[in-house]
């Protein structure tokens, strides 16, 4: 069965570096997503992309975040200078049409 | 304010024992509510879409149910291995952009 998958697992950082996580959508499908989950709170969206630009993004996803899709299999999203606060479980999504989304299995983030 | 809650927080039950999961929504033009289950550490994994108040969708133990202002995801006979978070999630705002409610923590005891 298709699925997303996401690289890597886990990803330590240092406050204040950039980092790219990465994602492979289910490979017919048009639209993107990611999402985040804090420790113990409820999935947030961030953006969703489809043909080749952002088509909606949250309050959350402001000029520290982008997402590009730099082949036709791969979609990431880079944060420029991570905080404390960024920690948190991201997960990338797909979908063939703007309904229900299918998501990866995540990347955990953890800023120190 | 458009908006999505779930309720109970937590739900604890018997093996066998059948119950209700409530998510009640506040959005003009509904445009679609899913179900999602979330394992810890896990992403969420997708069960239904339904459209239209009166909708219905069956899967294994889990029925989902559409009104006007509310969905209900209907557990009958469960098992241990229901055990999990579940998800509501509709469309507010834009078509992509979702809003999950907090999600009820079901467990299911032998």
């Known amino acids: 069965e298709p699925e997303v998958t996401q690289t890597p697992s886990h990803q330590v950082t240092q406050m204040g570096q950039e980092v790219i996580l990465r994602c492979v959508p289910i490979s017919n499908h048009l639209y993107f997503y990611w999402y985040r989950q804090i420790l113990g709170q409820k999935v947030e969206f961030l953006v969703s992309f489809y043909n080749n630009e952002i088509s909606e993004k949250s309050e959350i996803f402001d000029d520290q975040f982008s997402v590009e899709r730099p082949d036709g299999s791969n979609f990431t999203l880079k944060i420029r200078s991570t905080k404390l606060e960024d920690s948190a479980m991201y997960f990338c999504?797909?979908?063939?049409?703007?309904?229900?989304?299918?998501f990866g299995q995540g990347t955990r983030l953890t800023v120190v | 304010e458009d908006q999505v809650t779930q309720s109970p927080e937590a739900l604890r039950l018997q093996e066998g024992e059948s119950s209700s999961l409530n998510c009640s929504y506040t959005v003009s033009g509904l445009r679609g509510l899913f179900w999602y289950r979330q394992d810890p550490g896990k992403g969420p994994e997708f069960l239904f879409t339904?459209?239209?108040a009166g909708e219905e969708k069956e899967k294994e133990r889990l029925k989902a149910t559409l009104t006007k202002k509310e969905s209900f995801l209907h557990i009958t006979a469960p098992k241990p291995e229901d055990s999990a978070t579940y998800l509501c999630a509709v469309p507010l705002g834009g078509y992509q952009k979702v809003t999950f409610g907090t999600g009820t923590k079901l467990q299911v005891i032998p």
């Open positions: 999504a797909s979908s063939a049409q703007d309904t229900e989304a299918f």
């Open positions: 339904l459209y239209s």
